[in-house]
């Protein structure tokens, strides 16, 4: 029995372009990636597979397979292209904490809008261009603002989990809500009733709900100011360990 395909040594930015199989595709790169990721977005990793997409091309799978040879290729191009929507200012356009703020939120935006990508994160090798570009950048930026060798691996890290943490908890709860077919605010109204009847056996949380009162009816409000206190918070202590005294 042949031995499995190492997912990290073969992966799509490891190998040479393949050779021709005769005439040039009708359809770019770039073209097929796009569609690809629509149907992502729309039906996760489980609804995309070469049949579908060159059915949605409108061109078989011919010109896909000219590009990759599988969907672990293609789930590979597409995850380096919503990449490209996380940017990370360059050195000297700001000072490091505004910086890595930008770096951590766009993060969590693209995968809000992308949240199959958090289920691939780690799969398989990021080393196309973009990935490639963020981390130059991120590297560029922290090392600026002091950080070297290993911390400066740990502090990218602290904030790129806090980023992949928050949109994985919120992406979980967006996808269950549009399956029910109801929106977030009126699932929390529901609820209410029978919130208020557990809440009863809990004064600590009760005595907090009704201390946060209508907030808790905003949850999308709610998330986003929760996610900038924690990353001010994080920043705060990046700052006050690069400031310590023996530093």
């Known amino acids: 029995m042949p031995p499995k395909s190492d997912p990290f040594t073969s992966s799509v930015w490891l190998r040479p372009p393949r050779a021709s199989r005769g005439g040039a595709p009708t359809l770019s790169r770039e073209q097929i990636v796009r569609a690809a990721i629509e149907l992502l977005d729309t039906e996760g990793p489980t609804g995309l597979s070469m049949r579908r997409l060159g059915t949605r091309l409108g061109s078989g799978a011919t010109s896909v397979y000219w590009y990759v040879t599988n969907k672990d290729e293609l ?78 691996s740990h502090a990218s890290a602290l904030l790129t989990s806090y980023a992949i943490g928050s949109a994985t908890t919120i992406a979980a709860m967006v996808t269950t809500v549009r399956r029910s077919g109801r929106s977030l605010e009126e699932i929390v109204r529901n609820l209410e009733p029978q919130v208020e009847r557990i809440a009863r056996d809990h004064p600590h949380y009760d005595r907090w709900r009704q201390e946060v009162g209508s907030a808790a009816y ?30």
């Open 75 to 152: 789930l590979e191009l597409a995850v380096d292209e919503v990449m490209g929507e996380v940017y990370v200012p360059e050195v000297g356009d700001t000072n490091w904490r505004i910086g890595a703020s930008v770096l951590t939120t766009t993060t969590r935006e693209m995968l809000l809008r992308h949240p199959w990508v958090i289920g691939l994160l780690g799969v398989r090798p990021n080393l196309g261009p973009n990935a490639m570009r963020i981390g130059e950048r991120t590297v560029a930026l922290l090392g600026g603002a002091g950080f070297t060798g290993l911390e400066l």
């Open 218 to 247: 905003e949850p999308e409000r709610v998330w986003d100011e929760s996610f900038t206190f924690g990353l001010e918070r994080l920043l705060d202590g990046l700052e006050t360990w690069l400031d310590r005294p023996d530093g």
